[in-house]
């Protein structure tokens, strides 16, 4: 049962998440230097070339909404808490306001869900560019414009464990959100930000926490050598954990799952 929302806040041990959409950035640089030449090319001005960036824009908007909509559905699907979204990145936390002692490990395989549904859907999105580029064959053929390319995105995730404050923050009479901070989110936060391209990366507390409640999912961990980041003065020990078991070996999809194609 969920704890009653206060804004006082009070301190519970929670696993956090932070999953950040790969690529996202230089598929907007590419999207928009596209829509300039376009119109450059086809002399579109006033309100035909503000039409077209529009378009632009908008395709931009639903390519990230798209893989968003793939990672919420995951942290839903394992009861955690949707925090909010930072540009293409989703913040998400277990333990609270609904109690789970098993928090690390129902975000660890959040976690590794949802990097499945990105590899899934990348697997998707290459097939229908491959449509795609024989489409255009017969487009250019009748003059047409080509269909451009849908861009593979991938995801860096990084985990937390720990003693956090948890709470309303806001004002009544503007915005209010329930969140969390402190320390352990901040490490899992900077966690993200080494994780890569399509990696999982867990901080220790969250590893002793799937010894303690799944061994069978510790196992599978990989140590990684230790890392300095921002705002901890010691190097903190990290752990990778693997998500590609059982997936079909298309190289092909394997391969989209991890870059970026945005030509």
Not at 83 to 95: P, S, T
Not at 101 to 110: E, F, G, L, Q, T
Not at 160 to 165: K, T, V, Y
Not at 192 to 198: A, D, I, P, T
Request: proline share 4%; net charge negative.
């Amino acid at each position: 049962e969920a704890e009653t929302l206060n804004m006082g806040g009070s301190r519970r041990d929670i696993t956090v998440l932070f999953a950040d959409v790969r690529g996202f950035t230089q598929m907007t640089d590419v999207n928009q230097a596209n829509a300039e030449a376009y119109v450059r090319e086809h002399g579109l001005t006033g309100d035909a070339a503000e039409a077209h960036y529009d378009e632009s824009a908008q395709e931009t908007l639903n390519t990230v909404n798209v893989y968003l909509a793939a990672i919420a559905d995951q942290i839903k699907k394992h009861n955690g808490t949707l925090d909010k979204y930072i540009g293409d990145c989703v913040m998400a936390f277990w333990g609270a306001p609904t109690p789970n002692i098993k928090h690390a490990v129902s975000c660890v395989r959040a976690a590794v869900d949802a990097q499945r549904a990105m590899y899934r859907l990348n697997q998707e999105r290459a097939a229908e560019n491959k449509r795609r580029e024989e489409e255009n064959m017969l487009r250019q053929l009748s003059g047409q414009h080509p269909l451009p390319p849908l861009a593979l995105l991938s995801l860096g995730t990084g985990i937390n464990s720990g003693i956090c404050i948890v709470g309303l923050m806001g004002s009544e009479s503007h915005i209010l959100n329930y969140t969390v901070f402190g320390r352990e989110v901040n490490l899992a936060s900077r966690l993200e930000g080494v994780s890569g391209r399509g990696r999982v990366i867990i901080g220790e507390s969250t590893y002793r926490d799937l010894l303690k409640h799944d061994p069978e999912l510790a196992a599978t961990c990989v140590e990684q050598p230790p890392v300095t980041v921002k705002g901890i003065a010691q190097a903190v020990n990290i752990y990778e954990v693997p998500w590609k078991q059982g997936l079909e070996a298309a190289p092909a999809a394997a391969s989209a799952a991890t870059q970026v194609s945005v030509t």
